[in-house]
Protein backbone atom coordinates (compact mmCIF):
# COMPACT_ATOMS: atom_id res chain seq x y z
CA UNK A 1 0.00 0.00 0.00
CA UNK A 2 1.51 3.40 -0.84
CA UNK A 3 1.98 5.94 1.36
CA UNK A 4 0.48 8.92 -0.28
CA UNK A 5 -0.55 10.58 2.79
CA UNK A 6 3.09 11.83 3.38
CA UNK A 7 3.00 14.23 1.07
CA UNK A 8 0.02 16.69 0.93
CA UNK A 9 -2.87 17.68 -1.28
CA UNK A 10 -0.91 20.43 -2.58
CA UNK A 11 2.38 18.57 -3.20
CA UNK A 12 4.30 19.04 -0.05
CA UNK A 13 5.80 16.84 1.91
CA UNK A 14 4.80 16.39 5.30
CA UNK A 15 6.13 12.78 6.77
CA UNK A 16 8.50 10.79 4.80
CA UNK A 17 7.49 6.97 5.16
CA UNK A 18 8.10 5.38 2.42
CA UNK A 19 9.82 5.59 -1.22
CA UNK A 20 6.69 3.59 -2.61
CA UNK A 21 4.30 6.42 -4.05
CA UNK A 22 7.02 9.40 -3.29
CA UNK A 23 6.92 10.97 -6.95
CA UNK A 24 10.09 11.59 -9.17
CA UNK A 25 9.72 15.40 -8.90
CA UNK A 26 10.18 15.09 -5.14
CA UNK A 27 12.95 12.37 -4.97
CA UNK A 28 14.89 14.95 -7.42
CA UNK A 29 13.91 18.01 -5.14
CA UNK A 30 15.82 15.97 -2.28
CA UNK A 31 18.62 15.07 -4.36
CA UNK A 32 19.11 18.75 -5.77
CA UNK A 33 18.94 20.15 -2.35
CA UNK A 34 21.23 17.34 -0.94
CA UNK A 35 23.96 18.83 -3.45
CA UNK A 36 23.67 21.97 -1.83
CA UNK A 37 24.25 20.34 1.75
CA UNK A 38 26.82 18.46 0.38
CA UNK A 39 28.81 21.83 -0.70
CA UNK A 40 28.01 22.96 2.89
CA UNK A 41 29.27 20.34 4.39
CA UNK A 42 32.39 20.26 2.64
CA UNK A 43 33.21 24.02 4.11
CA UNK A 44 35.15 25.33 7.87
CA UNK A 45 31.64 26.41 9.31
CA UNK A 46 29.16 23.50 8.52
CA UNK A 47 26.21 25.13 9.92
CA UNK A 48 23.44 26.86 8.34
CA UNK A 49 20.38 28.39 10.05
CA UNK A 50 17.06 26.47 8.66
CA UNK A 51 16.05 24.45 11.83
CA UNK A 52 16.71 27.00 13.97
CA UNK A 53 14.17 26.58 16.97
CA UNK A 54 13.00 23.47 15.66
CA UNK A 55 13.60 20.24 17.69
CA UNK A 56 14.28 16.83 16.22
CA UNK A 57 13.76 13.47 18.52
CA UNK A 58 15.77 10.36 17.37
CA UNK A 59 13.52 7.25 18.64
CA UNK A 60 15.06 4.21 18.02
CA UNK A 61 13.86 1.15 19.10
CA UNK A 62 16.51 -0.69 17.27
CA UNK A 63 19.95 -0.27 17.42
CA UNK A 64 21.74 1.88 14.80
CA UNK A 65 24.79 3.22 14.15
CA UNK A 66 24.49 5.29 10.88
CA UNK A 67 21.33 6.22 10.90
CA UNK A 68 21.13 7.50 13.85
CA UNK A 69 24.14 9.36 14.43
CA UNK A 70 23.88 10.94 10.43
CA UNK A 71 20.40 12.05 11.64
CA UNK A 72 21.77 13.85 14.71
CA UNK A 73 24.60 15.46 12.86
CA UNK A 74 22.17 16.33 10.08
CA UNK A 75 19.75 18.12 12.35
CA UNK A 76 22.87 20.18 13.94
CA UNK A 77 23.97 21.64 10.88
CA UNK A 78 20.90 22.73 9.98
CA UNK A 79 20.96 24.06 13.53
CA UNK A 80 18.21 22.28 15.58
CA UNK A 81 18.88 21.00 18.63
CA UNK A 82 18.17 17.16 18.99
CA UNK A 83 17.12 15.09 21.85
CA UNK A 84 17.90 11.07 21.12
CA UNK A 85 15.80 9.32 23.93
CA UNK A 86 17.44 5.83 25.10
CA UNK A 87 15.05 3.89 24.89
CA UNK A 88 16.07 1.33 27.28
CA UNK A 89 16.01 3.87 29.99
CA UNK A 90 12.90 5.51 28.75
CA UNK A 91 9.55 4.72 30.36
CA UNK A 92 8.50 2.56 27.69
CA UNK A 93 10.01 -0.21 30.39
CA UNK A 94 6.83 1.37 32.83
CA UNK A 95 4.15 0.54 30.02
CA UNK A 96 4.22 3.71 28.29
CA UNK A 97 2.77 3.31 24.63
CA UNK A 98 4.61 4.70 21.63
CA UNK A 99 2.13 6.74 21.26
CA UNK A 100 1.77 8.54 24.90
CA UNK A 101 5.83 8.63 24.18
CA UNK A 102 5.46 11.00 21.49
CA UNK A 103 2.64 12.86 22.84
CA UNK A 104 4.71 13.75 25.57
CA UNK A 105 7.72 14.51 23.39
CA UNK A 106 5.69 16.98 21.19
CA UNK A 107 4.15 18.61 24.70
CA UNK A 108 8.12 19.42 25.18
CA UNK A 109 8.31 21.03 21.42
CA UNK A 110 9.43 18.35 19.24
CA UNK A 111 8.98 18.98 15.92
CA UNK A 112 10.85 15.89 13.78
CA UNK A 113 10.78 12.18 14.98
CA UNK A 114 12.86 9.60 13.94
CA UNK A 115 11.38 6.44 14.26
CA UNK A 116 13.01 3.02 13.95
CA UNK A 117 10.89 -0.25 15.12
CA UNK A 118 10.95 -3.58 14.54
CA UNK A 119 7.32 -3.58 13.41
CA UNK A 120 6.40 -2.25 9.92
CA UNK A 121 4.62 0.69 9.86
CA UNK A 122 4.52 1.81 13.52
CA UNK A 123 6.29 5.31 12.27
CA UNK A 124 2.80 5.26 9.53
CA UNK A 125 0.85 4.69 12.28
CA UNK A 126 1.89 7.88 14.67
CA UNK A 127 1.99 9.69 11.60
CA UNK A 128 -1.77 9.41 11.15
CA UNK A 129 -2.07 10.31 14.91
CA UNK A 130 0.02 13.65 15.39
CA UNK A 131 -0.95 17.46 14.54
CA UNK A 132 -0.03 19.03 11.02
CA UNK A 133 3.37 21.06 12.54
CA UNK A 134 4.87 16.98 13.36
CA UNK A 135 6.71 15.71 10.99
CA UNK A 136 7.62 12.29 11.03
CA UNK A 137 10.11 10.29 9.09
CA UNK A 138 10.57 6.32 9.44
CA UNK A 139 13.93 4.96 10.31
CA UNK A 140 13.51 2.10 9.77
CA UNK A 141 10.38 -0.44 10.43
CA UNK A 142 10.74 -4.24 10.51
CA UNK A 143 10.82 -5.60 6.92
CA UNK A 144 8.78 -2.94 5.45
CA UNK A 145 10.68 0.31 4.65
CA UNK A 146 14.11 2.21 5.06
CA UNK A 147 13.02 5.44 3.27
CA UNK A 148 15.93 7.53 3.52
CA UNK A 149 18.79 5.05 2.82
CA UNK A 150 17.00 4.15 -0.54
CA UNK A 151 17.09 7.72 -0.72
CA UNK A 152 20.83 8.22 -0.08
CA UNK A 153 21.59 4.80 -1.71
CA UNK A 154 19.92 6.31 -5.28
CA UNK A 155 21.59 9.55 -4.78
CA UNK A 156 24.88 8.01 -4.69
CA UNK A 157 24.33 6.05 -7.75
CA UNK A 158 23.24 9.31 -9.33
CA UNK A 159 26.76 11.12 -8.59
CA UNK A 160 28.37 8.09 -9.56
CA UNK A 161 26.59 7.12 -13.02
CA UNK A 162 24.54 10.43 -13.72
CA UNK A 163 21.66 8.48 -15.90
CA UNK A 164 19.31 6.20 -14.52
CA UNK A 165 17.90 5.03 -17.61
CA UNK A 166 20.85 3.63 -19.24
CA UNK A 167 21.53 1.44 -15.88
CA UNK A 168 21.73 -2.65 -14.91
CA UNK A 169 21.66 -2.28 -10.68
CA UNK A 170 21.60 -6.02 -9.19
CA UNK A 171 20.82 -6.17 -5.59
CA UNK A 172 21.92 -9.22 -4.07
CA UNK A 173 21.35 -11.14 -1.02
CA UNK A 174 18.90 -11.49 2.14
CA UNK A 175 16.31 -9.34 -0.26
CA UNK A 176 13.34 -10.82 1.85
CA UNK A 177 13.59 -9.38 5.10
CA UNK A 178 15.35 -6.16 3.81
CA UNK A 179 13.52 -2.92 4.44
CA UNK A 180 16.00 -1.35 2.60
CA UNK A 181 15.83 -3.19 -0.69
CA UNK A 182 12.32 -2.28 -0.98
CA UNK A 183 13.12 1.13 -0.40
CA UNK A 184 15.91 1.04 -2.57
CA UNK A 185 13.92 -0.78 -5.68
CA UNK A 186 10.69 1.58 -5.44
CA UNK A 187 13.30 4.92 -5.45
CA UNK A 188 15.27 2.97 -8.52
CA UNK A 189 11.57 2.31 -10.42
CA UNK A 190 10.05 5.46 -10.04
CA UNK A 191 13.81 7.17 -11.37
CA UNK A 192 13.27 4.98 -14.92
CA UNK A 193 16.09 2.30 -13.98
CA UNK A 194 15.06 -0.01 -16.52
CA UNK A 195 16.72 -3.39 -15.08
CA UNK A 196 16.45 -4.00 -11.72
CA UNK A 197 18.01 -7.79 -10.90
CA UNK A 198 17.49 -9.15 -7.44
CA UNK A 199 19.92 -12.45 -7.00
CA UNK A 200 19.82 -14.69 -4.09
CA UNK A 201 18.20 -18.30 -2.71
CA UNK A 202 15.26 -18.63 -3.01
CA UNK A 203 14.42 -18.73 0.68
CA UNK A 204 15.92 -15.40 0.65
CA UNK A 205 13.49 -13.86 -2.21
CA UNK A 206 10.84 -11.55 -1.75
CA UNK A 207 6.84 -12.48 -2.31
CA UNK A 208 5.72 -8.88 -2.15
CA UNK A 209 7.05 -7.29 -5.33
CA UNK A 210 5.66 -9.76 -8.35
CA UNK A 211 3.98 -6.66 -9.68
CA UNK A 212 7.74 -4.36 -9.83
CA UNK A 213 9.52 -5.72 -13.18
CA UNK A 214 12.67 -6.91 -11.05
CA UNK A 215 14.55 -9.64 -12.91
CA UNK A 216 15.79 -12.90 -10.34
CA UNK A 217 18.41 -14.47 -10.40
CA UNK A 218 19.40 -17.68 -7.58
CA UNK A 219 22.87 -17.69 -9.81
CA UNK A 220 25.37 -14.95 -8.49
CA UNK A 221 28.15 -15.39 -11.75
CA UNK A 222 24.93 -15.31 -13.75
CA UNK A 223 23.24 -12.34 -12.37
CA UNK A 224 26.15 -9.77 -12.06
CA UNK A 225 26.81 -10.09 -15.73
CA UNK A 226 27.45 -6.56 -16.84
CA UNK A 227 25.74 -4.54 -13.98
CA UNK A 228 26.79 -1.22 -12.91
CA UNK A 229 26.07 -1.42 -9.60
CA UNK A 230 26.48 -4.09 -7.27
CA UNK A 231 24.37 -3.81 -4.07
CA UNK A 232 24.75 -6.19 -1.10
CA UNK A 233 22.62 -6.43 1.49
CA UNK A 234 23.46 -7.39 5.09
CA UNK A 235 21.57 -11.08 6.53
CA UNK A 236 19.10 -9.94 8.49
CA UNK A 237 19.18 -12.53 11.21
CA UNK A 238 16.84 -10.91 13.60
CA UNK A 239 14.31 -11.53 10.88
CA UNK A 240 15.64 -14.89 9.66
CA UNK A 241 13.88 -18.36 10.22
CA UNK A 242 16.17 -21.29 11.16
CA UNK A 243 17.29 -22.94 8.16
CA UNK A 244 17.10 -19.81 5.77
CA UNK A 245 20.56 -20.31 4.82
CA UNK A 246 22.42 -23.68 5.43
CA UNK A 247 25.12 -21.92 7.31
CA UNK A 248 26.94 -18.72 6.68
CA UNK A 249 29.95 -20.67 5.25
CA UNK A 250 28.51 -21.69 2.43
CA UNK A 251 26.19 -18.72 1.88
CA UNK A 252 29.52 -16.35 1.45
CA UNK A 253 30.76 -19.47 -0.76
CA UNK A 254 27.39 -18.41 -3.32
CA UNK A 255 26.61 -15.44 -2.58
CA UNK A 256 29.30 -13.54 -0.96
CA UNK A 257 30.76 -10.53 -3.07
CA UNK A 258 34.59 -11.38 -4.20
CA UNK A 259 37.09 -10.28 -6.46
CA UNK A 260 36.69 -12.52 -9.01
CA UNK A 261 33.14 -11.33 -9.70
CA UNK A 262 33.98 -8.23 -10.57
CA UNK A 263 35.65 -9.01 -14.02
CA UNK A 264 31.98 -10.50 -14.51
CA UNK A 265 29.92 -7.01 -13.50
CA UNK A 266 30.92 -3.80 -15.70
CA UNK A 267 34.23 -2.83 -15.41
CA UNK A 268 33.41 0.73 -13.96
CA UNK A 269 30.83 -0.97 -11.64
CA UNK A 270 30.47 0.53 -8.03
CA UNK A 271 29.97 -1.53 -5.17
CA UNK A 272 27.55 -0.61 -2.15
CA UNK A 273 26.47 -1.97 1.01
CA UNK A 274 24.45 -0.24 3.26
CA UNK A 275 26.01 -1.32 6.05
CA UNK A 276 26.43 -2.57 8.80
CA UNK A 277 28.84 -5.08 6.81
CA UNK A 278 29.29 -9.23 7.72
CA UNK A 279 32.97 -9.43 6.07
CA UNK A 280 33.51 -12.62 5.20
CA UNK A 281 29.65 -13.28 4.66
CA UNK A 282 28.54 -10.74 2.71
CA UNK A 283 31.21 -9.40 0.84
CA UNK A 284 35.35 -9.84 0.57
CA UNK A 285 37.42 -7.33 2.79
CA UNK A 286 39.36 -6.75 -0.04
CA UNK A 287 36.13 -5.64 -1.93
CA UNK A 288 34.51 -4.08 0.27
CA UNK A 289 37.89 -1.59 0.56
CA UNK A 290 38.47 -1.72 -3.08
CA UNK A 291 38.51 1.52 -5.44
CA UNK A 292 34.95 0.16 -6.33
CA UNK A 293 33.52 0.51 -3.70
CA UNK A 294 31.11 3.63 -2.85
CA UNK A 295 30.49 2.31 0.57
CA UNK A 296 31.88 4.74 2.34
CA UNK A 297 30.37 7.60 0.33
CA UNK A 298 26.89 6.35 1.40
CA UNK A 299 27.08 7.06 4.39
CA UNK A 300 28.36 11.06 3.67
CA UNK A 301 26.11 11.28 1.63
CA UNK A 302 23.32 10.13 4.20
CA UNK A 303 24.09 13.60 6.22
CA UNK A 304 23.13 15.89 3.66
CA UNK A 305 19.97 13.58 2.26
CA UNK A 306 18.65 13.38 5.74
CA UNK A 307 19.41 17.77 5.82
CA UNK A 308 17.32 17.78 2.62
CA UNK A 309 14.78 15.67 3.89
CA UNK A 310 14.19 17.79 7.25
CA UNK A 311 14.66 21.00 5.06
CA UNK A 312 11.72 19.78 3.14
CA UNK A 313 9.36 19.14 5.31
CA UNK A 314 9.40 22.17 7.65
CA UNK A 315 9.40 24.34 4.85
CA UNK A 316 6.59 26.59 4.15
CA UNK A 317 6.06 26.02 0.65
CA UNK A 318 2.06 25.88 0.15
N1 LIG B 1 22.23 1.33 7.06
C1 LIG B 1 21.73 1.42 8.30
O1 LIG B 1 20.51 1.60 8.51
O2 LIG B 1 22.67 1.34 9.28
P1 LIG B 1 22.37 1.45 10.84
O3 LIG B 1 21.54 0.26 11.21
O4 LIG B 1 23.71 1.48 11.50
O5 LIG B 1 21.58 2.71 11.05
Redesign the pocket.
Known sequence: MKNNFQVSQNGKLKHLLSTDGLSREIIIEIFDMAESFLKISSRDVKKVPLLRGKTVCNLFFE??????TTFEIAAKRLSADVINLDVPTSSQSKGESILDTVNNLIAMGADIFVIRHGTPRIPELIAQNVGNDVHIING?DGNHA?PT?GLLDTFTIRRFKKDFSELKVAIVGDIKHSR?ARSEICALSTLGVPEIRIIGPENLMPDDLDHLNLIHFNNLNRGLKNVDVIMMLRLQKERMDDGDIPSEEEYFKQYGLKREHLKIAHPDAIIMH???INRGIEIESEVADSKQSVILSQVTYGIAIRMAVMTMLVSKKV
Open positions: NSTRTRGHQVPGP
